[in-house]
């Protein structure tokens, strides 16, 4: 029998708003601890919560991105629980009648398809304070900065197969969030978290298996460790003829397994009521509407307009149209070079290659997407060849500048004077006739092949200035003169 | 519906509240008749009626995006039975 493994996803996005969702007080990362926690987010009697307006505009638009059912009325319920980084004793959230329904998005997969997957539901919440437990003996430190900064609770349908699935639909949400400018998208700051949810269970069976969820993961290749990790794990375990516990899982990255969380005492006993200190949610189809018109481009409409206008290939324009700010880059370079292949090319070469070894985020390129452009530029027009253009890159990333002023302070110019091309050809012919004779001795047709060495030696002699077509040309031409 | 001495208990021990042995079964007997009360709610015939989510015809009213709130930890942490480098410090949770 064949093993098939059944796994949904909780993506919580923190929503990029100025301040917290029921107070004024500011949700910037890395303030000095509970200098952004007021009242309000300490729970301090008599306070009441009031929502904020870019939190709601926020969710919707997400809910109108995936072409999701909106909630016309929304109502926040009580999560209860004590812990201490939870002030009220209760999360605020949306259980009953949450602001967005049932949506779907499509992931592409390694093999060319796409695939739709279901999303169930996405609520909005408060965010809890975090709780430091090292520093401090017998005792925990709370910092409540992050206490009430607003989380859109993103739920899917258990529709994932596999662990490359899973990625893909974390990647795509990612990509619409970050691309709706609603959230940040930094996992390593917990901006962008997800919870999975495993089972396996034979293949063609309608029941699913018992689930674990697994909390704790913070980055794309992790999630998928974790899954494959974790479905391996239940495959052995119901193979060896155990069961499966219905149980919270911590993924540990630095072993690369999961282990179980031990369980809290009637954990899962959260007795959800309507919150009494918040009145409903009303909003009309006109309000749907002008968010829905406000939306930017997503990235499946930008990866068909790339392919259309652009004529890239589908998996450039995939990768190219998934950001915003990698997409805009492009664009960019792609006015300036006139060259949407070479452009391409560049962006998701040379370039991401760079902000990759650097772990540089292209907002912050030092080579600017109008430097880019202008260094392309320079090849089109024969002013540097392809390979002195890397070295131009390099110099540009590192010491910053436009392509024309370190072309002209290097003296990288390309030579195509034929008079000096003509001059360092002969030069290497003379220099070289052992390489002269065995290429006069070598059949005609094996001959194209030969001139790769002398055109090594012009490149070397002109520093990799000579423009590399004219110094082809001269080199068979000489060299055939001289076989005759 | 009936509440036992043991719901009573672990509906005690869910909100945190101590209560005296000797209360239990009134609690029990209370909490039974409210339950009660819901059980003859619910023989009522609300096919047509929305749910209703709060006692008052109003709708959320929305606040601006703004920050409004400076920060006031000193004043906020003068309550606070301890503090350290800017946080709140409570028995410790993990063991």
């Avoid at chain 1, 999360?91 to 949450?98: A, C, G, I, K």
């Avoid at chain 1, 460790?225 to 193979?239: H, P, S, V």
């Avoid at chain 1, 829905?292 to 652009?310: G, H, I, K, Q």
Wanted: charged share 25%; glycine share 8%; hydrophobic share 40%.
């Amino acid at each position: 029998m064949e093993w098939e493994a059944v796994i949904g996803l909780e993506i919580h996005a923190q929503l990029a708003t100025n301040t917290k969702i029921f107070s004024g007080a500011s949700t910037a990362f890395g303030a000095e601890p509970n200098t952004q926690a007021c009242a309000v987010d300490l729970a301090l009697p008599g306070t009441l919560p009031v929502f904020n307006e870019s939190a709601l505009r926020m969710a919707v638009m997400f809910g109108t991105a995936i072409d999701a059912h909106i909630g016309k009325v929304s109502v926040f319920d009580r999560k209860n629980y004590f812990y201490p980084d939870l002030p009220k004793g209760y999360q605020t959230s949306q259980l009953f009648y949450p602001i967005v329904g049932e949506g779907h998005v499509d992931i592409e997969l390694s093999d060319g398809s796409t695939k739709r997957i279901g999303v169930t539901r996405a609520h909005l919440e408060e965010d809890a304070g975090k709780s430091l437990h090292e520093d401090f003996a017998n005792m925990t430190g709370i910092d409540l900065n992050r206490a009430g900064t607003p989380l859109l609770e993103i739920v899917s349908e258990p529709d994932m197969r596999s662990a490359e699935e899973a990625v893909a639909y974390v990647k795509k949400i990612h990509s619409i969030v970050t691309n709706l400018g609603i959230c940040d998208g930094n996992m390593a700051e917990g901006s962008f978290r997800c919870d999975c949810n495993v089972s396996v269970r034979y293949k063609g069976e309608e029941a699913f298996g018992n689930r674990t969820e697994t909390k704790n993961i913070n980055s794309f290749r992790f999630i998928e460790k974790a899954i494959k990790g974790e479905i391996e794990r239940q495959i052995d375990l119901l193979e060896d003829g155990g069961t499966i516990t219905q149980e919270t899982r911590l993924y540990d990255a630095d072993k690369d397994e999961t282990r179980s969380m031990r369980s809290k005492e009637e954990a899962n006993d959260y007795r959800y009521f309507p919150c009494p200190d918040l009145l409903p949610i009303v909003i009309d189809d006109d309000y749907i509407g002008a968010v829905r018109d406000s939306l930017p481009e997503m990235p499946d409409a930008r990866r068909a307009r790339f392919v259309e206008t652009y004529s890239l290939s589908e998996y450039d324009a995939g990768v190219l149209s998934n950001y915003k700010s990698l997409s805009d880059y492009f664009e960019t370079v792609v006015e300036q070079s006139g060259d949407a292949k070479l452009s391409a090319n560049w962006v998701m070469g040379e370039l991401s290659k760079h902000l990759n070894q650097n772990d540089t985020d292209i907002t912050a390129s030092p080579v600017s997407a109008a430097n880019l452009g202008g260094l392309l530029k320079r090849i089109k027009d024969n002013t540097i060849s392809g390979n002195i253009a890397k070295k131009v890159f390099e110099i540009m990333w590192a010491d910053g500048g436009t392509a024309d002023e370190v072309i002209e302070a290097k003296g990288l110019k390309q030579v195509t004077d034929t008079g000096a091309i003509e001059k360092m050809v002969e030069e290497v012919i003379a220099a070289n006739t052992a390489q002269v004779e065995q290429y006069k001795a070598a059949p005609v047709e094996k001959r194209g092949k030969m001139v790769g060495f002398f055109m090594g030696q012009v490149m070397k002699v002109s520093g990799g200035k000579a423009n590399p077509g004219q110094v082809q040309g001269l080199l068979k031409q000489k060299l055939d003169a001289l076989c005759d | 519906m009936a509440l036992n001495r043991t719901d009573v208990e672990k509906i005690a021990h869910l909100a945190r509240l101590q209560i005296e042995e000797s209360d239990v079964q009134a609690y029990a007997d209370n909490l039974s008749n409210i339950l009660d009360l819901v059980d003859q709610m619910q023989s009522v015939d609300t096919t047509d009626v929305s749910p209703l989510a709060h006692p008052l015809d109003a709708v959320q009213r929305l606040r601006a995006d703004v920050v409004t709130e400076e920060n006031q930890r000193e004043a906020l942490q003068s309550a606070a039975p301890a503090v350290e480098n800017g946080l709140f410090l409570v028995p410790k949770v993990i063991e």
